[in-house]
């Protein structure tokens, strides 16, 4: 996959998602359309599919994996939206059916706007990774980048351990150091 592919493929993954969100917020608001357009799993809608699919082309990018758990959020808030919507309503002996839909249609408005705000930060996260593939040199393979990307991360691996086995020994000389200048004083 080069580049341009990899833009390609986010952005339409990006219009799948919003076309998605549009849909939940058609059916919160009663109009009649197939619930097959918004499924309540994160891995069954077409940004799901590409995540979990093409898109692991790109899960060496930080902000690739930014991405995952607003869209995960989404679809937990989806699924709490659901359920409430679909609950059976028992208003009990002295209660009051038009009160317990007040109060669910409420929660429900809680839901939708809570599932907006975190569909805006995906939105925002999937901005970031496009501008990292932007960003990226135009002649270089996206499998190269992650080539380059997991080698810098084994040469900063290999730095922290080397720092970290030098702080160990010079510890150990402060130590050794500090134990032979109590012998001498005592």
């Avoid at 952005?11 to 917020?25: E, F, L, N, T």
């Amino acid at each position: 996959m080069n580049k341009q592919e990899a833009l390609n493929t986010l952005r339409a993954a990006k219009k799948a998602h919003i076309k998605w969100k549009s849909y939940a917020q058609a059916i919160h608001m009663g109009l009649p359309l197939d619930s097959i357009a918004t499924p309540i799993i994160p891995t069954e809608c077409d940004f799901g599919a590409w995540y979990y699919g093409d898109g692991q082309a790109l899960n060496h990018m930080p902000a690739y994996r930014d991405i995952e758990k607003p869209h995960q959020n989404i679809h937990d808030i989806y699924m709490k939206m659901y359920k409430e919507k679909n609950k059976e309503i028992s208003v009990g002996l002295f209660g009051s059916k038009a009160k317990v839909e007040k109060e669910r249609e409420a929660v429900l408005e809680m839901l939708m706007q809570h599932m907006i705000t975190v569909s805006t930060d995906l939105l925002e996260k999937i901005a970031v990774l496009e501008e990292e593939i932007y960003h990226l040199d135009e002649n270089c393979a996206i499998e190269e980048y992650k080539i380059k990307n997991e080698l810098t991360n084994k040469i900063k691996t290999v730095e922290l351990k080397t720092e970290d086995s030098i702080q160990k020994k010079t510890v150990k000389v402060k130590s050794s150091l500090s134990s032979d200048l109590s012998d001498l004083l005592n």
